[in-house]
């Protein structure tokens, strides 16, 4: 799973579904992996004005890779737009949890795979 | 929710492989529908299967499925482009609320054997869409011609479809058959407004917003 992914993901449970402190999910004993992947302008420039920037703070504070620069200084600088490509497409989870910060609910990253799917009593 | 389980659920991961391997090509509409986003729009793709809508148009689609050997083969088709996937249920969907541009969701509702949970499903889809975004459902329709899929009772609804995969092993799943006008009712029932709709290849197919 893309770190980008990451930034768009939250608790699915029952009681978390739309609910904003159920997001971001917190990366737990993970192993991250990277991923050469082109770098498109257009796209990046999308994604600027989509991110959760609190929430991608948060993230990668939690992965221990805190963020060096802000929205702004991406939006001027080619150099840290493609610095930002690298850490939110090129850098994938490939096993660990991801843990819900408000029920602590664990959802598992396997091969890559991310699953939400959830138990009976959740949903 | 038992006929789910067995009857879609297991099916596909059953089968991902052949299924996989007969749908690769993109629906005219659905193609039409993603390439006249502003580019480098994001969305998911709910239901995404094999992927095959990843790369058909300049944005970026976070797909996700039920079926982790669909997912498996998407992941692949994922590798070094700005896309994704992952697997959850339509009904337990973990997309940050009021987050995406757009929303597809092709083929994959009629797989739900309930209408409040059809309604459930239409309502998690609108929830994910940015305020401006919008999203496009196909669903099968009752009215297509193929008899393989026609009920014993003609008026019956749900169906089991046949699947039968190269080593000969033949595997049933279900659907819900839509009647023209069907999926309108539900997508008023979820709070949604329809912006268009119509037929293609055997689906009514539509494209929602949130009602203001």
New interface residues.
Partial sequence: ??L??L????????DC??R?DA?PLAPQNVQLAA????L?P??????LA?I?WPGLETSLNQLGRPLTFTKEQVEQDQNLLKELHSIL?ETTIQEGELVCPRCSHI?HVKD???????PPHL? | MEKENTHVHQVYDKIASHFSNTRYKPWPQVSKYLNAL?????GADIGCGNGKYFTCS?N?V?G?D?S?EL??IA?RRS????S?A????M???????A???FAISIAAIHHISTQDRRVQAIKNIL?VLAPHGTALLYVWAKEQTNKKIQPENPDDLDVMVPWTTPDGTTYSRYYHLYREGDINIEIKLAGGKLIESGYERDNHWAVITHAV
């Fill in positions: 799973m893309k980008l992914t930034n768009f993901v939250q608790c699915a449970t029952r579904a739309g904003q997001f991923q050469e992947t082109d498109d257009d796209f990046m420039a999308n994604i989509k959760d497409i959802y890559g795979i991310a699953s939400f799917l959830l949903v | 502003p580019k480098g729009s994001i300049p970026i976070i996700s039920r982790v997912i498996k992941l590798v070094s482009t700005y994704d992952f697997v959850c249920d009904l337990n969907m973990p997309y940050r609320n987050s995406l541009d929830a």
